[in-house]
């Protein structure tokens, strides 16, 4: 197994704060959009609390045979194999040194790989700070092998907004940019060959403690330290089909223009058949549900349901606009396998977000055609509803060419990670389910090709209590 952190031997490495401010905004009032107000003091104790709250190692699991634990982090991975990468470059912050940086998670620290005024040249100038998320693929292939693509792919959403959600609790706004040049985001970032750059996210806002007046640095002024990314594993086996899709979807120098077709989604039809309920609410704060959110290994059978104003709820956070370069209009479509909703009928029902309706596609008993077509997991029959996400490659690549493909599962993992806070800001567990026979689906669900292609599944219900974990 790969080593499930990476580190830069050789550079400065800086202490976060251990212990930073929770934001205390209701974890849905974030999700629908709300922002924080209470501005950090400093550049260190913002990024402290931002990392805590997006890419941190929240608890801990002890293994009963061996007595070993592994860490689980705030943002979830397939596997837990995380091979999600933050990186970050910093200009103008309070009492932080401009540069870039690298997030250490196993110890809550930055790891300082350059110093001065080094501009990603797709970024606005004008953003203090801007991430880029990358992906080490061998963590997941270890494991996956060549399907592990998609999951890569898939928590790079996850930690997208893993990071735009806790900057927006912290009062800050958040832009997503998919269209660079991967070789020179790479170069300007000194990675390993072994990692990728997939995402490149900016932040602003009034919240974030700049200086008054701008550093002033000697023109093209850097002190690289770069560092020596340490060895994951001994071995490592080479997936062709990985090296192939990954080379299909990046881009050159010369960037191709997004808007050469419409990406604009066909015109909401819906039926009016079923309106969902007005929203349930919670009051819990985001930066608990951050912290306690966890992946379910199964779910409480038997009685245990959820009410319809809390799927509601749940299916309205995770529908909500987002915002990107490519996402000017949604991709992916969810279809609902509903075992044990107060107030719905058991069935399939495929949702019209934009008309907050429901459709019912297949009505009846779904438990075992859900595990079954989830690679035979219980948990998608176990749990109160289970989900399938249907991503309009062909859209997609008409609007942003082989790219596209990137940014359907982007999307998909995004819409898990809202998923995830939606049923845990309500005391419910939730997994996303990366493994599923892709044809069967698509049979049981009667969509032609046209109608898109499965790319996630997802479980929510009540989870069973795992007594492995540990604060």
């Given at each position: ?9 050789g ?7 251990a212990?930073?401010p929770s ?8 999700l629908?959009?709300?922002?924080g ?13 931002l ?8 608890a ?23 091979p ?7 200009q103008?912050?309070?009492?932080w ?5 690298h997030y ?10 350059a110093l ?14 801007v ?7 061998w ?9 592990s693509?998609r ?7 996850h ?6 959600l806790?900057?927006r609790?912290?009062?800050c ?9 991967d070789?020179?985001?790479a170069?300007l ?6 990692e990728w ?18 550093p ?23 997936y062709?089909l ?8 990046k881009?050159g120098d ?6 050469r077709f419409s990406?604009v ?6 039926t ?38 809390q799927?509601?709820a749940?299916?309205?956070?995770a529908?909500?606009?987002?915002i990107?370069d ?11 396998y509903?075992h ?11 949702l ?16 075992v055609a ?6 035979g ?19 997609a ?23 995830y806070?939606a049923?845990?800001a ?8 990366g493994?599923f ?16 292609r ?8 009540h989870?069973?209590p795992d007594?492995?974990?540990s604060?």
């Open positions: 197994m790969p080593d499930p952190f990476r580190h830069y031997e550079v400065p490495v800086l202490d976060l704060l212990a930073p934001p205390a905004l209701p974890a849905l009032d974030v629908r959009g709300l922002s107000t209470t501005p950090a003091q400093d550049g260190l104790t913002f990024l402290s609390q990392l805590f709250y997006c890419a941190s190692i929240s801990s699991k002890i293994v009963p045979a061996t007595g070993n634990r592994y860490a689980l982090r705030v943002n979830p991975s397939s596997g837990n194999l995380h999600t990468e933050f990186h970050f470059l910093t103008g912050l309070t009492d040194a401009d540069g870039l940086y250490r998670p196993s110890s809550h620290m930055a790891e300082q790989r001065g005024n080094l501009e990603l040249q797709l970024a606005d100038s004008s953003a203090p700070i991430f880029v998320l990358t992906s080490i693929a963590r997941e292939a270890w494991k996956y092998r060549s399907r693509y999951y890569c792919l898939h928590d790079i959403g930690a997208w907004q893993a990071l735009t806790a900057a609790a912290m009062g706004d958040t832009f997503a940019a998919g269209e660079f040049p070789n020179e985001v170069q970032c000194h990675l390993h060959e072994d750059p997939m995402l490149i996210v900016e932040l602003r806002g009034g919240s974030i403690p700049v200086q008054e007046t701008a002033v640095h000697e023109p093209d002024f850097r002190e690289i330290h770069g560092g020596e990314a340490n060895q994951l594993s001994k071995e490592k086996t080479t062709k990985i090296d192939e899709i990954h080379e299909a979807t881009l010369t960037l191709r223009l997004s808007t990406a989604d066909p015109t909401p039809v819906g009016g058949e079923i309106k969902l309920a007005p929203p349930a609410s919670s009051t819990r704060p985001f930066g608990e549900v951050t912290r306690r959110r966890r992946s379910a290994l199964d779910f409480l059978g038997g009685e245990q349901s959820m009410l319809l104003t799927l509601s749940i299916l309205d956070a529908t909500q606009p987002l990107a490519f996402a000017a209009t949604h991709f992916v479509q969810l279809y609902l509903v044990r909703v107060d107030g719905l009928e058991p069935g399939v029902y495929r019209w977000a934009e008309r907050a309706e429901l459709e019912c596609i297949k009505s009846g008993d779904q438990r859900a595990a079954g077509l989830s690679l997991q219980q948990l998608a029959g176990n749990a109160c509803v289970a989900l399938s996400m249907i991503g309009d490659l062909d859209r690549t008409r609007a942003y060419g082989d790219r596209g493909y990137r940014y359907v599962h982007f999307e998909a993992g995004a819409i898990g990670h809202r998923l806070l049923a845990e309500f005391g419910l567990g939730a997994t996303g389910i493994a026979y892709d044809e069967e689906v698509h049979r049981y669900l009667n969509l032609t090709p046209a109608e898109g499965v790319v996630y599944h997802f479980a929510i219900g989870p069973v007594f492995r974990v604060a």
